[in-house]
């Protein structure tokens, strides 16, 4: 199984950006489906984005679609979320998740790291 730690977070201001990066380790990453969900306070967690092992398949919530870019690099067991034109209510603390069931449209990671936050500013 992959186990995942986030990094990059920060805050930033409305208009800005920011790169997460989700380092995985583990014989299984290569093979894993891999994504990033998000949570804000007193709201329940939400799906961002996700890519499967070959990268070329990615799925985006339609609220960063345009803004948010996934991508993976297998050589360093890493995932990317590129985040663009970030707004107030992209603030939350965003966690890495992988393997599970019924990606892309169903999926149910059962891998999660520890999150990270993010905070945009007006």
């Known amino acids: 199984q992959v186990q995942l730690v986030e990094s990059g977070g920060g805050l930033v201001q409305a208009g800005g950006s920011l790169r997460l990066s989700c380092a995985a380790s583990g014989r299984t990453f290569s093979r894993s489906v891999i994504g990033w969900f998000r949570q804000a306070p007193g709201k329940e967690r939400e799906f961002v984005a996700s890519i499967n092992w070959t990268g070329r398949g990615t799925y985006y919530a339609d609220s960063v679609k345009g803004r948010f870019t996934i991508s993976r690099d297998n050589a360093k067991n890493t995932v990317y979320l590129q985040m663009n034109s970030l707004q107030l209510e992209d603030a939350s603390v965003y966690y890495c998740?992988?393997?599970?069931?019924?990606?892309?449209?169903?999926?149910?990671?059962?891998?999660w790291g520890q999150g990270t936050q993010v905070t945009v500013s007006s």
């Open positions: 998740a992988a393997d599970g069931t019924g990606w892309p449209t169903r999926w149910r990671p059962d891998v």
